[in-house]
C-alpha cells in the first residue's frame, strides 16, 4: 500500500450523523484511515433535529403527565406547572451531552473531523468547502455518502408564513401556542401531537390517508387514535390540506376531507409530512452517481452506480430510521475495505415514542396478506398484563405473525408501554428465523410487560394461559 499524503484516505465519508459517523468508526476499526465531512452538527439531524431532541421532551411530558395522575397512586402534591424555557433548556443540555460523545468517539477511533460541505469531484474525490469559502480536495481510495434528508415541504399555498414550521424546528418547541395545526399523522406528526397536546395545547391532525400512522397495522393505529383522540387531539383522516391563509395574525387551514371543503383556524402549523433525500448540489450528476425518486440508487452491496463510492442511510430513501442508516453504513463500510457487509431489510424495527408507544417489526397482517402468505395471528391486551395492570399502562396489545406452515415468526406489532424496548424481542426472533413456539416455551420474568409477548406468542399456537379461549 502506497504512503498517503495529509489530505489522501483509505475512506472519505460526507456526513456524520448516525449512518456517517457510525461507519467511520467501522472503518476505523478495520484499520482504514478515514475522514468525515459534516457541514452541521455532528450527529446529524437523529441527534440535533430528530430523535434525540424529541425523545427529551417526550420524556418530560411524560413526567408531566404522572405527575397530574400522581393521586391515583395516592401520592397528592400541587398541580404541576410547566416552564417552556426550562424545557428547551433541558432538551439542548442532552443534545449537547451526546453530540459532544460523538465527537469524542471520533476523536478516540482516530477519524479526521472535517467541518464543511462535502462535493464528489470524481471517484476518488471530495471537495471540502469551510463556512469561511475556503476549499480544500481530499483524496479517498473509496466513499461513503451518508447525506441525510431534510423535510418535505408539500407544494401548498402559504407554508412560507410566520409560525409554520417543520420537524426540524419543532424540536426547539415553538410556542407556547394556545391552538395548533399537525399536517401528517406519521411517527413524527403523531409525536409531537402528543408532546403539544400534554402541553396544554389544542391539536388538530390531519392525514390523507385512511388512519394514522399509515405504514402501520391497523389494529395498532386504531388503539393509538384513541389515545390521542382521549388527550384531546382532533383527528382528520383522509383529508388533504388546500391552503394556509392568515387572517388577523391566525393560521385558517383549509382542506379537503372525503370531498368536502372546510377550515379549521389555529395559532401555528406543524408540517410533518415526511422528509427526502438531501442530495442536491453533492456532485452526483457531475460524477455520474445514478438517484431515482427516493434517493441515490444502490445494489445489495450499498455501492452506487459509480464503483467505488457507496451510500447509506436517509440519502437513499429519504425516510428517516437512524438505526438503519446505521447498519447499512456498517454494511456499506465493509465492503467497501473487503469484508462483505448485510443488513436484513425483512427484520428492521420501528418504534414511535407517543402514549402508549408503538413499535413494529417484519410484516403486518396486511402486508403478509399482500404476499400471499398464509399466517397465523396471535394477540395478548395489556388490559390482561400484571405489570401493566399494576402502573396503569393497560392501553394496547401485543400482535404476532407468523407463517401458518411452519410456525417461523414474520412480524410483530406492539402498541402499549414500553413497545420500543419489547420489539428487540420479536426483532430477535425473526432475525434467528424462530418460531412462535419458541417465544412461547422461552420462560419470561413475572410480573412484567414482556410477558404480553410471551401470551401473545402462546395464542398463535392456540394456547394463550391468560385471556379465555376464543369463540369457534
Known amino acids: 500500500m ?51 431532541p424529541s425523545k427529551a421532551l417526550i420524556h418530560a411530558v411524560e413526567a408531566l403527565a404522572l405527575a397530574k395522575e400522581a393521586k391515583a397512586f395516592g401520592i397528592a402534591f400541587g398541580e404541576p406547572t410547566v416552564n417552556w424555557e426550562g424545557l428547551r433548556d433541558y432538551k439542548s443540555r442532552v443534545v449537547k451531552q451526546l453530540r459532544s460523545g460523538v465527537e469524542t468517539l471520533l476523536d478516540g477511533n482516530k477519524v479526521t473531523k472535517l467541518a464543511g460541505r462535502g462535493k464528489l469531484l470524481g471517484a476518488d474525490e471530495v471537495q471540502v468547502t469551510g463556512e469561511d469559502g475556503t476549499q480544500q480536495v481530499l483524496r479517498a481510495r473509496k466513499v461513503l455518502l451518508a447525506t441525510g434528508a431534510v423535510p418535505l415541504i408539500p407544494p401548498v399555498p402559504g407554508l412560507d408564513a410566520c409560525n409554520v414550521f417543520t420537524s426540524d424546528q419543532a424540536v426547539d418547541l415553538p410556542g407556547p401556542f394556545e391552538s395548533l395545526v399537525v399536517v401528517g399523522a406519521g411517527a413524527v406528526g403523531c409525536e409531537f401531537a402528543y408532546i403539544y397536546s400534554q402541553l396544554g395545547t389544542k391539536v388538530a391532525l390531519f392525514e390523507m390517508l385512511p388512519h394514522v400512522l399509515p405504514t402501520e397495522d391497523a ?159 396471535g394477540t395478548f391486551p395489556f388490559a390482561a398484563n400484571s405489570r401493566a395492570v399494576a402502573t396503569r399502562q393497560r392501553e394496547g396489545l401485543v400482535k404476532l405473525i407468523a407463517e401458518a406452515a411452519t410456525g417461523r415468526l414474520l412480524g410483530a406489532s406492539i402498541v402499549g408501554p414500553n413497545a420500543s424496548e419489547l420489539i428487540a424481542e420479536a426483532a430477535l426472533a425473526i432475525q434467528l428465523g424462530a418460531k412462535a413456539a419458541d417465544l412461547a416455551e422461552t420462560i419470561h ?20 394461559l391468560h385471556m379465555p379461549p376464543r369463540k369457534g
Open 445 to 464: 420474568s413475572h410480573p412484567t410487560l414482556s410477558e404480553a409477548v410471551h401470551e401473545a406468542a402462546l395464542d398463535v399456537l392456540g394456547r394463550c
Open 219 to 377: 389494529d395498532v393505529a386504531d388503539v393509538l387514535a384513541k389515545c390521542l383522540k382521549r388527550a384531546g387531539v382532533k383527528i382528520f383522516c383522509e383529508a388533504k390540506v388546500l391552503g394556509v391563509r392568515e387572517v388577523d395574525g391566525r393560521k385558517h387551514v383549509e382542506y379537503d376531507c372525503q370531498g368536502k371543503c372546510e377550515t379549521v383556524e389555529a395559532d401555528a402549523v406543524l408540517l410533518a409530512v415526511g422528509r427526502r433525500a438531501a442530495i442536491a448540489d453533492i456532485g452526483l450528476e457531475e460524477v455520474g452517481v445514478e438517484t431515482h425518486r427516493p434517493g441515490i440508487c444502490v445494489n445489495e452491496r450499498l455501492e452506487t452506480s459509480v464503483a467505488g463510492v457507496y451510500a447509506a442511510g436517509d440519502c437513499l430513501r429519504g425516510v428517516g430510521l437512524a438505526h438503519l442508516a446505521s447498519h447499512e453504513a456498517i454494511a456499506a463500510v465493509e465492503n467497501a475495505l473487503g469484508e462483505g457487509g448485510h443488513v436484513n431489510y425483512d427484520c428492521v424495527p420501528a418504534a414511535i415514542y407517543t402514549h402508549p408507544e408503538v413499535a413494529s417489526v417484519g410484516l403486518t397482517q396486511t402486508k403478509a396478506a399482500e404476499k400471499g402468505v398464509d399466517v397465523t395471528v
Open 2 to 52: 502506497a504512503a498517503m499524503s495529509d489530505l489522501s484516505y483509505d475512506l472519505v465519508i460526507i456526513g456524520g450523523g448516525p449512518a456517517g459517523y457510525v461507519g467511520a468508526i467501522r472503518a476505523a476499526q478495520l484499520g482504514a484511515r478515514v475522514a468525515v465531512v459534516e457541514r452541521d452538527a455532528w450527529g446529524g439531524t437523529c441527534l440535533n433535529r430528530g430523535c434525540i
